[in-house]
T-cell receptor, first 116, second 116 residues
């Protein structure tokens, strides 16, 4: 596997279900991100993990719960979602340097989530 | 706060035409990076280019070129001799330091359709 992979690619779930999205990066990066992309809206940053510690959560509802067990894996646990949570969820990774060097983020293909 | 504006929601051109996608950004930071990403129908955002705020040299890569104008806070993207495969949503993004990780602020995207 190369780059950033996400599973599943498509997910349909009811409002009472619990599911998890998985992201894995094979680039040796130390920062990972979850974004939400809804129709007609800019990408919204949900969570940032740098060196496996969460540094931003941007006021995301608690029904979304991230987990980053190591620098290569990122999960997004979902429970009691609402229909308006239907969207494309994108994972990204980058090499983060506290010294101030900026690097681009590489994205996975996304998980298309439909909440019924 | 950062802001990225892509005023062109949709652009349609005929193959072989040149097309320019506009991007205007706002930030109080003096050190920042600008990016362009391409999102084809498959969903994955593909990194195209990164520029830092201290380098205003324009860049050309094959049929792609970028014009960075700090005086007008713009970072425009031109595709020369467009092809059908260029059809995608193009996002401009701005990155500044947030904690120890980079936070990308995206524009709302421009849907480019290249007709045969």
């Amino acid at each position: 596997e190369t780059g950033v992979t996400q599973t599943p690619r498509h997910l349909v779930m009811g409002m009472t279900n619990k599911k998890s999205l998985k992201c894995e990066q094979h680039l040796g990066h130390n920062a990972m991100y979850w974004y939400k992309q809804s129709a007609k809206k800019p990408l919204e940053l949900m969570f940032v993990y740098s060196l496996e510690e969460r540094v931003e959560n941007n006021s995301v509802p608690s029904r979304f719960s991230p987990e980053c067990p190591n620098s290569s894996h990122l999960f997004l646990h979902l429970h009691t979602l609402q229909p308006e949570d239907s969207a494309l969820y994108l994972c990204a990774s980058s090499q983060d340097y506290a010294s101030g060097s900026y690097n681009e983020q590489y994205f996975g293909p996304g998980t298309r989530l439909t909440v019924t | 706060a950062q802001k990225v504006t892509q005023a062109q929601t949709e652009i349609s051109v005929v193959e072989k035409e040149d097309v320019t996608l506009d991007c205007v950004y706002e930030t109080r930071d003096t050190t920042y990076y600008l990016f362009w990403y391409k999102q084809p129908p498959s969903g994955e955002l593909v990194f195209l280019i990164r520029r830092n705020s201290f380098d205003e040299q324009n860049e050309i890569s094959g049929r792609y070129s970028w014009n960075f104008q700090k005086s007008t806070s713009s970072f425009n993207f031109t595709i020369t001799a467009s092809q059908v495969v260029d059809s995608a949503v193009y996002f401009c993004a701005l990155s500044v330091l947030s904690g120890s990780a980079r936070q990308l602020t995206f524009g709302s995207g421009t849907q480019l359709t290249v007709l045969p």
